[in-house]
């Protein structure tokens, strides 16, 4: 159960500036809604009640409340992150994430010759390139820089000089061969 949160009493400005915005068809919905609360509440009615009614979730609505307590209208309308959400990587991390990429994981001393996206976030966790983050998220990365991970296709090599002949003979069918000869 929340605990119980009372609305302090409202000084005649801050009742003049509610009633003002109440009326102002130019604010968002959010807005609105967060004005709404107040006005539903100083009525009289519970913040789970004033909620129900102005449509949003209990907790938003205590939320709105507890501020509203603190410190007045200063933070309605306020945009919480007007930036957007902060960037995880920095710059310079993204060009030795790319740098590392372009590079040949022999020239790193490690025993395979391609990098897949999965060894690529390793080995870049592992020397705390990146953040913590998903092999998803590493792939995004490099598609935005332009690079994408390419499928290597290996061909088993042979000493026998007439290999090519006999590979390219065979058509890489073997559907209608007996079983023995598979």
């Not at 129900?52 to 205590?62: D, K, L, Q």
């Not at 409340?65 to 410190?71: A, L, P």
Request: some cysteine; hydrophobic content about 35%; charged content about 30%.
């Amino acid at each position: 159960m929340p605990k119980p949160v009372r609305l302090r009493s409202l000084t005649r400005g801050e009742q003049r500036v509610l009633r003002t915005k109440l009326k102002d068809l130019a604010l968002s919905v959010r807005v609105h809604q967060r004005y709404r609360i107040i006005d539903e509440v100083r009525r009289g009615r519970g913040v789970v009640e004033a909620a129900e009614r102005v449509g949003c979730h209990f907790t938003v609505a205590y939320d709105w409340v507890r501020r509203f307590n603190v410190s007045g209208w200063t933070t309605f309308e306020r945009v919480a992150n007007p930036g957007g959400r902060p960037p995880i990587l920095k710059a310079a991390q993204l060009r030795e994430l790319v740098d590392v990429a372009l590079s040949s994981p022999t020239e790193r001393g490690l025993p395979f010759s391609a990098w897949s996206v999965p060894k690529l976030a390793t080995y870049c966790r592992e020397r705390r390139l990146l953040p913590p983050v998903t092999d998803e998220w590493v792939r995004r990365l490099l598609r935005r820089e332009g690079l994408t991970a390419q499928r290597v296709r290996t061909w088993k090599t042979s000493h026998d000089p007439a290999f090519d002949r006999k590979k390219n003979a065979s058509g890489g069918s073997i559907v209608g061969a007996p079983c023995g000869q598979r």
